[in-house]
């Protein structure tokens, strides 16, 4: 008789917390498993976009592999889709680069003018930001657009200082200020060092002569 009497008010102690914090605990454990379940899901919503993005830059580098016109459909649909619906995605920022490189091949200077001058203001990884702006310089300095050229080689980094002066270089001689040219050039076999390239740099240099 004791041990129902002890039972039933572990049953009532047990009821009356229930009623108290019953309602707060199934709460929480709601409010836990929806945490849960939207972490999980945006994880797999993340991957989907990863993947998706993924197979646009897949297939933007084979179509760069190609020939013709359809070809150059094909990189600037994939390029679009990439900058339209996947702006943030890694796959993107390298994905406009290839393009930019492809197009400028096959002198469509605007069309790669474009995908450089969107990694540069939209990019969302910063560490294709220095080589976006030199290769951006590049296309600018074909246009004959030597201002917003040169504008672009403001602030280099320094790991792009010496390519940055070299550009710089090129984009003066172009405005046949050959001084000025030649010291940019001087400025980045400086920065170079070793670099290969310092050799070719040294022949424009010479190529200015007592300039």
Known sequence: MAYDLESQEKLDALKA??????????????????????????????????????????????ATGQQGEDSVARIKAASATLRSDFPKS?????????????LRARNDLDAAREQLEWLVAHGADAALLPLAKLRLAGILLDQKQYDQALAQLNNAPQAFAGLYADRRGDILAAQDKKAEAKAAWAEAVKLL??????????????ALGGA
Do not use: C, N
Request: cysteine-free.
């Open 17 to 62: 917390w229930w009623d108290r914090y019953g309602t707060m605990l199934a709460i929480i454990v709601f409010v836990v498993v929806a945490v849960v379940a939207g972490w999980r899901g945006w994880q797999w919503y993340q991957g989907h976009q990863a993947t998706q993005a993924m197979g646009y830059f897949e297939a933007l580098e084979t």
């Open 90 to 102: 890694g796959y993107t920022s390298r994905g406009l680069l290839v393009a930019a490189e492809a």
């Open 193 to 206: 060092g070793t670099d290969p390239i310092t050799q070719i740099i040294q022949l424009k240099i010479d």
